[in-house]
């Protein structure tokens, strides 16, 4: 499944003369795909209708989730009420089928309420695999495909103080086969401080020992990542846009551009065994 055309963009912003404008555009153009997005996913999935019951382990309770997932129309249901729902869907709760009922409010409840139970990208992903998504119809998979995309070139530029990692979705888009490598791309040809400061942010060490959320990432995607780590187009990027990011995030920033030169110093990983 391949990555929105908008995410093919030729000259790099880095070379431009930054100011407001240029990332409030940025801004507007990721929430108006996001927003895209939603209105698709939300339709894509009406045909699943909303279980009479649930089918559970007996370490759950069926009916309390149940009655939760009945307090408001799906597109309403608050986080706190789905979320039980959420973490336990398929492997201990519910049918394939149930899962593709909630499956637009999950991934619209991973947007508003960053890093909650029940709704960390990567988890949704392993889901989806569960549920064999890319046999799905192409419109579903479509849906589904265009709104990670979306969701990561959106989260992205949010202060990861206050929202979750944008790096969970470049996880998710690993696992599920999509085509993560053009929202690396656009992370150096769309760059805003909170964009470069979310990039900064990543977890080299689990990134290199296949830790964490990375443990189910091939080891190709996760090689392939590192060196472009280890290029100097980042080093250099962030040069670019240091001026931008307020001082007291530069640490962030050194942090990262240590841990690049470290990693430069260890043998590449590409084409060698597990």
Known sequence: MKAPASFAIGASVVEADIGSGVFEAIMRSAKKDLEDGLGTLYPAFLEYPFPSSLDASPLRDAEKILTALKSAPLCEIQAAELAEYAASAITTVGSADDFKHFLPRILHCAVLSPSSYGF???????????????????????????????????????????????????????????????????????????????????????????????????????????????????????????????????WIVDRLLDEIRELRRLPSRVGAPE
Do not use: M
């Not at 696992?175 to 900064?200: G, S, V, Y």
């Not at 780590?229 to 995030?249: H, T, Y």
């Open 120 to 250: 960390e990208p990567p988890i949704i992903a392993s889901k989806l695999l569960l549920c064999d998504w890319q046999q799905w119809p192409i419109a579903k998979q479509t849906a589904v495909a265009n709104f990670f995309y979306s969701a990561w070139a959106y989260k992205r530029l949010l202060d990861p103080d206050f929202d979750a990692s944008a790096w969970d979705w470049i996880v998710a888009l690993a696992r599920l086969d999509l085509q993560f490598e053009a929202c690396l791309d656009l992370w150096l040809k769309q760059p805003t401080p909170n964009a470069f400061i979310q990039l900064a942010g990543a977890d080299l060490q689990s990134l290199y020992r296949g830790n964490g959320f990375w443990q189910d990432v091939a080891r190709e995607k996760r090689d392939l990542v590192l060196e472009w780590f280890k290029g100097d187009v980042i080093e250099n990027a962030f040069i670019g846009l240091i001026d931008a990011i307020p001082p007291q995030r530069h």
